[in-house]
């Protein structure tokens, strides 16, 4: 079973967390929540989410993936904090995925994955920072090797998909999109 790591920091954007967290169960992976604080988590509208764990106690685990919600100030903490700069660099150098939607791609350009890359983010985040061979796309998700971006909110559920077909192939990915009856 694949696993993903989802850390929350206070101010997360709740539909791109939620949604990414929701599919990815149904899809059977095997998905860690941890907050950048132990406790409670207060998203961007007001929700109240209670991690599986503190990011603290899951620092020394590999995962498949690691995926940031966007979201603020949610994604400014994802940027700034050491050991989440740290886990993305560990997982980018050994080849496994990292993902980030809506304004979270700017803690993935901190940790120096979107150099050479083409990559979106919510406008006006990624395509205004100084990228060494970085192309910016408006595209609703990205994926360039093993970095993956999404646009915002609306794209949640198409970001969320990508991921699925990533690590668990197409047919898993048609069938939790078939479940969700979106057309």
């Known amino acids: 079973m694949s696993s993903v790591l989802i850390p ?6 709740e539909l791109e967390a939620v949604t990414v967290i929701d599919l990815l169960r149904r899809a ?10 132990p406790g409670p988590i207060t998203a961007s509208r007001g929700v109240v989410m ?10 020394s685990q590999d ?18 904090d050491a050991r989440v700069q740290s886990i993305l660099k ?11 939607i809506c304004a979270a791609p700017i803690a993935l ?47 949640a559920m198409d970001f969320a998909l990508t991921l699925i077909e990533l690590l668990c192939g197409r047919a898993q990915r048609d069938q939790v999109e078939a479940g969700l009856v979106r057309a």
Request: without cysteine; hydrophobic residues 45%.
């Open 8 to 13: 929350l920091a206070e101010g997360f954007e």
């Open 28 to 37: 059977g992976v095997g998905v860690v929540t941890a907050g950048l604080q």
């Open 50 to 59: 209670l991690p599986d764990t503190a990011l603290d106690a899951v620092l």
């Open 63 to 80: 995962f498949d993936m690691i995926v940031l919600p966007g979201g603020l100030p949610g994604a400014n903490y994802l940027r700034d």
């Open 90 to 100: 560990r997982h980018a150098a050994a080849g496994r995925y990292t993902a980030a």
């Open 109 to 155: 350009a901190q940790a120096g994955l979107l150099v050479g890359k083409k990559a979106t983010s919510y406008p006006g985040f990624v395509e205004k920072l100084t990228i060494a061979d970085f192309r910016h796309s408006t595209e609703a998700v990205v994926v360039d090797g093993k970095v993956i971006t999404s646009r915002g909110p609306g794209t």
